[in-house]
């Protein structure tokens, strides 16, 4: 949980990173949705399936990135 990591403070130093990769995921134009962080234990692994599938549903709603060249037919 925040704050409460065995490596210290890495969740809290993770979370800024994060943080820091979704300005800069806006900045180029692309939706910061397309990066989360979530803060589970090891023995929540239902959260963690269920987090997993609702950030699939995101990614897949957002749509390809922008960034990424089309395939050109040929």
């Known amino acids: 949980m925040p704050g409460d990591c065995h490596y210290l403070e ?12 979704q300005e800069l995921l806006t900045q180029i134009g692309l939706e910061p949705e397309r990066v989360r962080m979530f803060n589970l234990s090891a023995a929540m692994a239902r959260q963690f399936t269920e987090m997993a599938a609702e950030m699939t549903e995101q990614i897949r709603a957002l749509g390809p990135s922008p960034l990424r060249k089309q395939k050109v037919e040929g």
């Open 10 to 21: 890495g969740n809290t130093s993770a979370q800024r990173r994060i943080n820091r990769i």
